[in-house]
């Protein structure tokens, strides 16, 4: 048997899991790689959004490469800017950042007998033996219908395409939304605004955790000994997954206590009944994405601050005008209204066997098997798919996750195991029941509607523990997936 057959590889984007794809699939001897990145910088999302106040709401130390910990964070919680000089470091350290080609998309991706064709948006053409699509989750951004919205005469914008020419020091600034992102503007806003309207449709749950900066003499102890990082990482990831995961997926006592801090936290921050009432959810903690801010609630109390929560009617030229009636004029408007959580690697054109499209496909529902495989799609895998345990804990983990697995199924095509692996559409549904059963006990079904669920609403995230998923992760189970191989003359067999 020939153990070293080296596969093809196109990466798809260079973000954190682009970066570590690329790393982890050299350590394995995995050479023959293509990386695409469709703008002019790695980083992904913290290339993408340089909002005022950007930052991560997991711990710095626990959102870090496992092998690559870094000492020089400021803060428990990093800020936007310093986590991309993370990844451009660690970019740099590997050799990634030379390796990949910049400013180049795939327009067009298609499937036959063990080979994608890919066409790139420099009309570059190739063949490649597998797809890792790298793209991300939250990267396109949501605009909101609403009626008016190009009427508005003063500056608008997304908080992911942040106008930085504009200067909201004195001025009447409105954000419509309030979710995770907005929570981090709100605040710095509120400093230079002369009047801030916040558009609230629906309240959200905070939960108080200090964003404590880190001392000098701490940052010393870690570059002395970087046992203390890993440690103090592999306390945060217990912590939050057994403490917060556990809270929102059906675990009664964790649940009971987070409900309590954060209710606790709202009553004792916010003086103003009538405030504290607005600012009060009518859904389960957790349904919601957790909101970590201990400034939230103090800068909704300035002075030059207003609630809004009567519905918006439509954008005038002016400003907003509500329901009732009134009309908020502004100087300039936000749209703090988040993603499309299910965009993934589109809008490039994917066609996978037998002339299926990855709209077609996904038409109606994204299905996938462990994430990562797509029915129809052979050697095609999606990172962070539907059912990652993507909520209040590192994605970097669960990348990390990703990609060990991956790699032993690449290994298998090594060893001539297989050249084409696919999972039936039966076999995806049978792991989409598996993940509603473990649904049922979950709170994001608690009431809520947020970008945790999909059209039919069922939620998009893992229902289980994160020991539950790291356990099912670590080994690829070949029975549940259909493998071929094919002969020279182009006949399909079955592997065995």
Not at 194 to 199: G, I, N, Q, T, Y
Not at 288 to 306: C, G, H, L, W
Not at 443 to 469: A, F, H, Q, R
Request: aromatic content about 12%; glycine content about 8%; overall charge positive.
């Amino acid at each position: 048997m020939n153990n070293n057959r080296k596969p093809s590889i196109l990466i798809i984007g260079a973000g954190m899991t682009g970066i570590l794809m690329t790393i982890k699939l050299r350590e394995a001897g995995f050479t023959d790689l293509t990386i695409l990145e469709k703008t002019d910088r790695i980083g992904g999302t913290w290339r993408e959004n340089t909002y005022p106040g950007v930052a991560c709401d997991v711990p710095a130390h626990m959102y870090t490469y496992s092998f690559e910990p870094n000492p020089e964070w400021s803060h428990r919680f990093a800020c936007g800017s310093e986590i991309q000089e993370y990844f451009e470091r660690v970019a740099r350290k590997y050799g990634v950042s030379n390796s990949v080609r910049f400013n180049e998309s795939v327009v067009n991706a298609r499937y036959e007998a063990g080979k994608w064709a890919v066409e790139t948006s420099l009309g570059d053409q190739f063949e490649v033996d597998f797809i890792v699509n790298c793209t991300g989750i939250l990267h396109h951004p949501a605009f909101p219908d609403i009626k008016g919205l190009d009427e508005f005469k003063g500056p608008c914008f997304h908080t992911a395409r942040w106008d930085h020419s504009v200067d909201l020091q004195g001025k009447r600034v409105g954000i419509i939304g309030n979710g995770s992102t907005a929570s981090q503007i709100i605040p710095q806003i509120a400093k230079i605004a002369s009047r801030f309207s916040v558009f609230q449709r629906t309240p959200q749950w905070y939960f108080p955790l200090p964003n404590k900066a880190i001392s000098e003499r701490s940052k010393r102890a870690f570059r002395r000994n970087p046992n203390r990082m890993q440690r103090l990482r592999k306390a945060y990831l217990f912590g939050f997954s057994h403490f917060i995961t556990k809270a929102v997926t059906g675990h009664k006592l964790q649940n009971v206590v987070f409900s309590a801090i954060s209710k606790l936290f709202l009553k004792l921050s916010v003086r103003d009944p009538k405030l504290r009432a607005n600012l009060t959810p009518d859904y389960k903690v957790g349904c919601k994405r957790i909101i970590v801010s201990t400034e939230f609630y103090k800068a909704m109390q300035k002075p030059n601050v207003d609630l809004v929560t009567e519905g918006i009617d439509c954008i005038t030229e002016k400003g907003v005008r509500t329901k009732d009636g009134k009309e908020h004029e502004l100087d300039a408007l936000i749209l703090s209204t988040g993603f499309d959580p299910t965009a993934y690697m589109r809008p490039m054109q994917m066609t996978g066997k037998d002339g299926l499209e990855i709209d077609h496909a996904w038409q109606h529902k994204i299905l996938t098997y462990r994430s990562l495989f797509m029915p129809g799609f052979p050697n095609n895998f999606l990172m962070l798919g539907p059912n990652t345990p993507i909520g209040n804990y590192s994605v970097i983990a669960m990348s990390e996750v990703q990609c060990d697995y991956l790699i032993k199924v690449l290994q298998k095509w090594q060893q001539q195991e297989f050249d084409e692996i696919d999972v039936q559409e039966s076999t995806a549904r049978n792991f989409l029941e598996y993940i509603r059963a473990g649904m049922k006990n979950t709170v994001w079904l608690g009431g809520c509607n947020s970008w945790y669920l999909d059209k039919d609403g069922d939620p998009i995230l893992w229902p289980y523990t994160w020991e539950k998923w790291v356990k099912e992760m670590a080994e690829p189970n070949m029975a549940d997936f259909e493998l071929a191989t094919f002969e020279r003359g182009g006949k399909i067999e079955k592997a065995a």
